[in-house]
């Protein structure tokens, strides 16, 4: 089995600062790191390879630091490394970054073999779209599986896949044929500490990097700024509160007291909450 798992490696969510003027992300200075929602899925591929054998690749978009996520996830178990880096996709937004990915998997499937199942996070920390996992499957008409929160089963003969999805309202089984690709919420698992053996892997291995050419891209004008149709208006960071947080004192209360206590102290500070409540349990 093949799995290729989609990485991004984003700038800390704790430190991203926004220019004063620009209205832009500040990248500079601000550490980097591996999205942390692609890890789950990246934990998911390495369960499921340790379950059926076979291996797996990660594969990322970005600059030449991007290596450094990649050998970081090496070091968590992953097989092969693929870099796929160029000027050409420097501004991509979703689209031309799916079209990007999608055409890098067609090499991958063309140099080594091609996915039973491609992962990615159910979205990124940075942009929070959730549209590149969806896009890369509609380019390579794969069938996709999204906010998969378990694997429920693979059957090899019958080359099918059963997985759990969260949904409104509950949770839903569903099972399609492979090769598919599918996106992993966040909380399915925990990512495993690597093994000294990997660790010393990951430091030697070789990254496979790939420009657009390297990876079959023939159309420049579906990368980067000229691929990409979205823009961005303001960007800015939210406003602080004035109003800090009010403590509410349960000391020596029950739990029904202290329900009641909570809802009577919502219900003051919020009226017009209570009697919208009332309409909704009436059936309103």
């Not at 990248?27 to 790191?33: A, F, M, N, S």
């Not at 499921?48 to 970081?72: F, I, N, W």
Request: hydrophobic share 40%; with cysteine.
């Amino acid at each position: 089995m093949h799995i290729v798992v989609c990485l991004k490696q984003v700038p800390d969510s704790a430190q991203i600062r926004v220019h004063p003027v620009t209205n832009t992300i500040m990248r500079q200075g601000v550490p980097t790191i591996i999205n942390p929602y692609d890890l789950f899925a990246l934990e998911q591929a390495l369960q499921l390879r340790d379950q059926h054998g076979g291996e797996v690749t990660v594969l990322t978009m970005g600059p030449p630091m991007a290596e450094d996520s990649l050998r970081k996830a090496l070091t968590f178990g992953a097989d092969r490394a693929v870099l796929l880096t160029d000027r050409f996709f420097a501004g991509s937004d979703t689209l031309a970054t799916s079209f990007a990915l999608a055409s890098a998997i067609q090499k991958i499937s063309e140099t080594w073999s091609a996915p039973d199942i491609v992962f990615t996070g159910k979205q990124t920390i940075d942009g929070d779209t959730a549209q590149v996992g969806p896009g890369v499957a509609r380019r390579l008409e794969l069938n996709q599986l999204t906010y998969v929160a378990r694997i429920s089963g693979i059957d090899f003969a019958e080359r099918s896949v059963t997985v759990e999805r969260r949904a409104e309202g509950g949770v839903q089984t569903l099972k399609t044929s492979l090769p598919c690709l599918v996106t992993m919420l966040e909380g399915t698992n925990t990512i495993r500490r690597g093994t000294m053996h990997d660790a010393l892997r990951a430091a030697r291995a070789t990254v496979v990097k790939w420009s657009a050419a390297e990876a079959g891209i023939k159309d420049l004008t579906k990368c980067g700024l000229k691929g990409s149709p979205t823009v961005v208006k303001r960007v800015f960071a939210p406003t602080p509160r004035s109003e800090r947080a009010q403590i509410v004192d349960l000391t020596g209360k029950s739990n029904e007291e202290m329900g009641e206590a909570l809802m009577a102290e919502i219900f003051a500070r919020s009226p017009s909450l209570e009697s919208a409540l009332e309409k909704m349990a009436a059936g309103y």
